[in-house]
């Protein structure tokens, strides 16, 4: 469980663009985050994954103030984390699967690296995570004519492969026709029923949010102004966020 209290981010200029966060995070929870353009759904995200630090507030992951815990531990917790831009850096000319595998080869031996061969076992998690996000026929397209709901796709099989448990995903269905962006959002969900992956995702879209998440969280100037469950958003909420 994670646990964010008075999370707050000011920049030098003086801006506050995170501004007392509370939020929990419990295992297997899909959260949309939404609210309007520059209100700091990508702020929030980022200090999620560690990506950018915060001014002050506390982050506690089962108790522990991952602040207070020490460069190392922090740095063993980020790899559990990962954060999907909208547009992920792919490598063009290689394949699906390989691209899912990049960074495994830190624990691969060089000779693997040098001739881009693959171990079994990395193959078949690489596979594994290829299926759970629905890309399994794909594995070994090379990446270059892929979609962006593709790429998106690969990026967060990527992560799994790597261990990520909270998954962190700007604008996952950005650019995508309805159909694709609810068979994304569908992924997205599955992962977190059958893995316990938590996902919370940037969305822009307020009825992918309600028809999908657990849980949505509206965001206004650097603030969370509601943190709604199992209900659509009241009409006072949605003009809140636009
Ligand atoms: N590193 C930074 N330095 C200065 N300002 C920043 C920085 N990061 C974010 N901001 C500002 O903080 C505010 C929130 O930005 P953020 O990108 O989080 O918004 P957003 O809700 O994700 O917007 P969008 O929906 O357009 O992606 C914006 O005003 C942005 O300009």
Not at 1 to 25: A, C, E, F, Q, Y
Not at 37 to 46: E, H, N, P, V, Y
Not at 71 to 95: C, D, G, H, T, W
Request: charged content about 25%; glycine content about 10%; hydrophobic content about 40%.
């Amino acid at each position: 469980m994670i646990v964010i209290s008075g999370l707050t981010r000011k920049i030098p200029d003086g801006k506050t663009i995170l501004d007392h966060i509370n939020v929990r995070l419990e295992p297997g929870a899909f959260i949309a985050v939404v609210g309007a353009s520059g209100s700091g759904k990508s702020a929030l995200l980022k200090a999620l994954a560690l990506q950018e630090t915060w001014t002050s507030g506390e982050y506690k992951v089962d108790g522990r103030d991952l602040m207070k815990a020490g460069f190392l531990a922090r740095m063993r917790y980020r790899r559990n984390v990962a954060y999907i831009e909208q547009k992920p850096l792919l490598i063009e000319k290689k394949s699906a699967l390989k691209n899912v595998l990049i960074g495994v080869a830190g624990q691969t031996p060089l000779w693997r690296r040098i001739t881009g061969s693959v171990r079994s076992d990395d193959y078949m998690g690489g596979m594994d995570m290829l299926e759970a996000v629905g890309l399994l026929d794909l594995a070994k397209q090379k990446v270059e004519n892929m979609s962006g709901g593709e790429r998106q796709r690969i990026a967060i099989a990527r992560s799994l492969v790597h261990g990520a448990n909270l998954v962190l995903t700007d604008e996952p269905v950005s650019g995508l026709d309805p159909h694709t962006s609810e068979e994304m959002m569908r992924t997205l969900k599955k992962l977190c029923a059958d893995k316990g992956t938590t996902i919370v995702a940037a969305l822009h879209r307020l009825e992918l949010a309600e028809k999908f998440a657990d849980e949505i969280w509206g965001m206004e100037n650097g603030r969370i102004v509601f943190q709604v469950k199992g209900r659509r958003l009241t009409a006072a909420e949605r003009i809140r966020i636009q």
